[in-house]
């Protein structure tokens, strides 16, 4: 075999470069020098133990916590032809022992295991007869008790540490805040210096905080929007999975249940019909998480508030692992946050209690934030987000509309606040404001207030995405026990002196707009149909035959030949010998019907417009075609010149052109450093900003690299 990674990347993974840190933690791990590893789910961690294992001479162990997850990832291990095996509980004692006598005859790369099953005296006994040259610790948090899953198994992994002490040890996770990350390194004994620490930005997922109004409603409307798309619920208890389940089920949709109460045959059997595209949705408790390995998933709706922020990113990190567009909506209610208080209440342990009341103050912050969702997101982890507007969330979103004076609605709601004393929450002061003759309005005797009825221009969902906003900066404050609300002193500037507050008006209804990815749609549902019948046939989830991305592309490029199939993003050898003719054919077939040629691979961006009717995008970038600058743009179609950029490179993404020579004069960087940038495009690619901000050392703004790369696509037709 090759000793080379980038040789083992394509030939068996059938990806044509590594991803930011791939390579350098390789490179590490293969110097046996103990290693870190935190990225988030879905860009790759995998990747890099399973390289380094089939380098090694001997075998690598891979601490597992699920069994669904080690099924799938040596299911799909298999499928590239890597000789790996799992041990649990779940197989009967022939195959186990059939297993055992492979690692004897040295047959196992990579050997999966639980930490219980991996800390017995008949492993150890199995195991000390072998060379073992990697333990992989995968889901490291569960290592610290200061993370939000603790698991006191983990924590005795130092053990197998000592009886293999030849052997480079890698621990990875997808959440770990910096505190966790230091209680990993002292209970392993690392160095500090063999840290590596990606982005946690997952740059593909969309997110959003709605207010939870009429849940029922609101999951029905989004799925509508989402239809023939492949998507997990949580809910916060077994009740809401099974009443959830049955209406969405009632309404048509290709739904099942997932929770604790079911039988473990009956959870087995959902999980598996997911998994292979069988169903489509999935409602689920927490107990539906780290074990499911499916990179389509297109969307996660959160249907109750989660425990934790670390728990809401592992969840929503489910989605679009195959690094498409995919969107997370979090229905957010103050009744959620009193449940999980409640539960929180019952620990034993103060340290516990208050611990875990950090935890969901950090969730509830994200919720009520007005800036980019990803600020405090990240900010939690460690890591500072500067990108002034992300276009991948809600709020950034919002900020494409003109703020308008809002201090009318700011004076109206807090000296509703005031009249009633200051100890009611937001829907309260709504419903008086909103002139509601309600049990509790007519009791206190709200209905007889000045303010009573006053703000019957909007209606209850406007009021409350106004209320968020004067929350967001700080004109009231809520009392985080109780709910109830009081007036700052910055809000007394606005209800006493008249200051101006500016901010954003909520549409009386919603619509969620969906993102059409740029392939051709019929060829893709054929490949899928197909896709679908090999994999029954094998007996294995679809995407371990191919990924969506991988069928995207291959109706994007269209590729006829057995060279041009190779390039599509996760094709290698293996996958070309056992599957090249049975989808080539199909994408042949399909081609000469509609008389489409091939197209030579190269980035194609996905959309990212959200205007479903005048694609405004086509617009700007007309406009822009004929000579007319960003800031005279922003100033016609009434948006912030960032939103202009953003439609700007998704014109030229297309295989437009504009004048962009005119763009370096609005550049800061130095000639020098705008050559960088392009070398770094040339490298890295241009789809995702991050890794080219960071190669650089941040010094070229995230302003400067935004119109950079759009002067780089119009220089460069074909360039990534």
């Not at 041990?87 to 047959?107: F, Q």
């Not at 109004?213 to 799925?223: A, E, G, K, W």
């Amino acid at each position: 075999m090759n000793k080379n990674p980038n040789h083992i990347l394509k030939s068996i993974f059938g990806y044509d470069s590594f991803r930011p840190l791939q390579e350098k933690i390789i490179s590490n791990v293969l110097s046996r020098q103990d290693t870190l590893v935190i990225m988030p789910t879905g860009s790759g961690k995998s990747l890099c133990y399973q390289i380094p294992a089939l380098l090694f001479d001997g075998m690598t162990i891979v601490v597992s916590p699920l069994i669904s997850l080690m099924k799938d990832q040596v299911g799909q291990l298999r499928e590239v032809g890597v000789s790996a095996a799992f041990l649990n509980s779940s197989l009967a004692p022939a195959e186990y022992n059939r297993i055992l006598k492979n690692i004897r005859e040295e047959k196992v790369k990579l050997l999966y295991m639980a930490p219980e099953g991996l800390l017995t005296p008949r492993m150890f006994n199995v195991l000390k007869s072998q060379r073992v040259d990697c333990l992989t610790i995968d889901e490291a948090h569960c290592i610290s008790e200061w993370g939000h899953d603790f698991r006191p198994n983990y924590r005795q992994l130092i053990q197998v540490r000592e009886q293999f002490p030849d052997a480079v040890c890698m621990a990875l996770t997808a959440t770990a805040t910096p505190r966790v990350r230091r209680d990993i390194m002292k209970s392993l004994n690392f160095e500090e210096n063999n840290e590596f620490i990606a982005s946690f930005d997952r740059e593909n997922l969309f997110l959003e905080v709605a207010p939870k109004d009429n849940p029922s409603h609101q999951t029905v409307q989004f799925l509508k929007e989402h239809s023939d798309q492949s998507g997990i619920i949580y809910c916060l208890s077994r009740r809401h999975v099974d009443e959830l389940t049955d209406y969405l089920a009632a309404h048509n949709f290709s739904v099942l249940p997932y929770h604790a109460g079911l039988e473990d045959a009956e959870r087995k059997r959902n999980q598996e019909l997911f998994i292979r595209d069988d169903v489509q949705i999935i409602v689920a408790t927490i107990a539906f998480g780290m074990g499911i390995n499916k990179p389509n998933v297109r969307f996660v709706i959160h249907y109750d508030l989660p425990h934790n922020i670390e728990s809401y990113y592992q969840q929503i990190g489910r989605a679009g692992r195959d690094g498409l567009r995919a969107h997370c909506l979090l229905l957010f209610s103050y009744a959620d946050q009193q449940i999980i208080r409640y539960f929180i209440s019952q620990k034993e342990n103060a340290r516990e209690r208050r611990n875990a009341s950090n935890h969901l103050q950090a969730l509830i912050s994200y919720a009520e934030t007005y800036t980019c969702r990803r600020k405090p997101l990240l900010n939690y982890f460690g890591e500072e987000y500067t990108t002034p507007n992300c276009g991948m969330c809600d709020n950034c979103l919002a900020e494409e509309k003109a703020k308008h004076d809002i201090t009318k609605a700011a004076q109206k709601f807090m000296s509703c606040m005031k009249r009633t004393r200051e100890i009611f929450g937001a829907n309260h002061i709504i419903d008086v404001l909103r002139g509601s003759e309600s049990k509790k309005v007519i009791d206190f005797g709200h209905h007889r207030l000045s303010t009573h009825g006053i703000g019957a221009e909007y209606d209850k969902p406007q009021w409350r995405y106004l209320a968020r906003q004067f929350l967001a900066q700080h004109l009231i404050t809520k009392d985080p026990e109780h709910g109830s609300l009081k007036v700052t002193k910055e809000g007394e500037d606005v209800l006493f002196r008249n200051k101006k507050v500016y901010g954003h008006l909520k549409q009386q209804e919603r619509s969620v707009q969906v993102t059409a990815e740029d392939y051709d749609k019929r060829l893709f549902e054929r490949l899928k149909r197909k896709r679908k019948q090999v994999a029954d046939n094998n007996k294995v989830p679809p995407f371990v035959i191919f990924s969506d991305k991988s069928l995207a592309e291959m109706a994007t490029f269209f590729p006829q030949s057995r060279q041009t199939f190779l390039d599509i993003s996760g094709v290698g050898r293996h996958k070309w010998t056992h599957y090249g003719h049975i989808f080539l054919p199909v994408i042949r077939e399909y081609c000469q019907e509609h008389h489409i040629p091939e197209k030579r691979k190269y980035s194609v961006a996905k959309s990212s417009s959200r205007s479903s009717g005048n694609r405004k995008y086509l617009q700007v970038g007309k406009r822009a075609e004929a000579g007319v600058s960003i800031e005279e743009l922003a100033r016609e179609f009434g948006v912030v010149k960032q939103t202009i950029i953003k439609h700007l490179y998704q014109y030229v993404s297309e295989g437009h052109h504009i004048p962009v020579d005119s763009l370096l004069n609005s550049v800061s960087a130095s000639a020098r450093q705008q050559r960088e940038v392009m070398a770094a495009f040339n490298r890295l690619g241009r789809d995702f900003l991050s890794p080219v901000y960071k190669a650089l050392n941040d010094k070229v703004t995230y302003h400067d690299l935004h119109l950079l790369r759009i002067y780089y696509v119009c220089k460069n037709k074909h360039g990534r």
